[in-house]
């Protein structure tokens, strides 16, 4: 049986069932550091997946087809593209290499609210 997931990407947004299947979902915001991570890591899977959704939709695939083009169980695939569990970070590498997508990034001003006060460790010279 599996363990717990260390959090459910899906619950990061304001309608849970548009994980990997809406373009552009509204994100609730992170209060702190730890969330906005989760947060980086829910949306950048959720962006490979939408892409690995419609691509493969376009192509005539279904995501068991594209799991055994992947060499991954589909039951796997098919949590982590719903956004029930977190793809791993081998997953969004494979992902990424398969789509031929490069790997998202996002400013911490993205995944907090405008008035949100964290710190945010960075690193700069001269500023």
């Known amino acids: 049986m599996p363990g717990t ?9 304001r ?7 809406q ?9 702190d550091l730890a969330g906005a991570v989760r947060l980086a890591r829910a949306r950048e ?5 939408f892409l690995m959704y419609y691509r493969s939709k376009e ?5 068991p087809d594209v799991a055994a083009r992947l060499g991954v169980p589909r039951g796997n ?13 081998n997953d969004i590498i494979t992902w990424c290499w398969f789509l031929d997508e490069q790997r998202r990034t996002y400013r911490p001003e993205e995944l907090f609210g ?10 700069s010279i001269g500023r």
């Open 114 to 123: 405008r008035s949100a006060q964290v710190f945010v460790p960075r690193l």
């Open 77 to 89: 695939l098919g949590r982590k593209v719903a956004g029930y569990v977190p793809a791993q970070e």
């Open 59 to 63: 192509l005539g695939l279904s995501i």
């Open 5 to 13: 997931p260390a959090f459910v990407p899906r619950e990061l947004l």
């Open 45 to 49: 899977q959720h962006e490979l997946a």
């Open 15 to 21: 309608v849970p069932g548009f994980f990997g299947e």
């Open 23 to 31: 373009e552009d979902p509204v994100w609730i915001y992170a209060a």
